[in-house]
């Protein structure tokens, strides 16, 4: 386990880390992880092959017996952390912001530690939400990891598990 608590920049290598998180082998392992969550499930799919789709955020859409359709972004890590990667600058060149700080048509952030099997499903809104409250204080007392993208590079933050869920709890609580 690594990045929390560690100063400073790390690396990791883009288009090895896009070739892993499209792995047709972990079919099985997402339709466990979507039937356990969504009890009501009838039905997922890749929206891969939908370009308008990817620009939104949505990677997996999954339907359920009441007739609701869900969106959900799925991101994949090869090791086990003890903090989530929250994509803030998606091209450092033209400072083009990450997902975080888009406004994508997804109900659910799903993000997995592949070696544990492991998913932490964010509802999309109560994320962005703590993200918004937080995002300066995080940017400025957790590490970045930097993705080497050939021309580019993406800056995401290294938000500690613990203290991104209890944001996200936080987030559902509203005082007018």
């Known amino acids: 386990m690594g990045h929390v608590g560690q100063p400073g920049l790390a690396t990791h290598d ?3 880390q896009l070739a892993f998180s499209e792995k047709a082998s972990d079919e099985p392992f997402w339709d466990k992880v979507y039937r356990k969550a969504f009890p009501s499930m009838v039905n997922h799919m890749l929206a891969s092959g939908d370009v308008k789709s990817q620009r939104m955020g949505i990677d997996r859409v999954v339907l359920l017996s009441s007739g609701k359709t869900l969106y959900i972004d799925e991101k994949k890590r090869k090791e086990v952390y003890d903090d989530i990667l929250l994509e ?5 060149t033209t400072g083009s912001p990450g997902w975080m700080d888009k406004d994508l ?9 592949m070696p544990t099997r492991k998913v932490y ?3 999309w809104d ?3 939400r ?3 409250h937080y995002r300066r204080e995080w940017i400025g007392k957790y590490p970045e990891i930097i993705a080497n993208n050939g021309s580019y590079k993406t800056v995401s933050v290294a938000v500690p598990i613990g203290v991104l869920r209890s944001a996200v709890s936080n987030a559902t609580v509203i005082e007018a």
Not at 88 to 92: F, K, L, P, Q, T
Not at 105 to 113: H, N, R
């Open 88 to 92: 803030h600058i998606s091209v450092d």
């Open 105 to 113: 048509a997804i109900d659910y952030l799903a993000y997995a530690f």
């Open 14 to 16: 883009f288009q090895g």
């Open 130 to 132: 703590a993200w918004l």
């Open 121 to 123: 499903l964010f509802p």
């Open 126 to 128: 109560m994320l962005r």
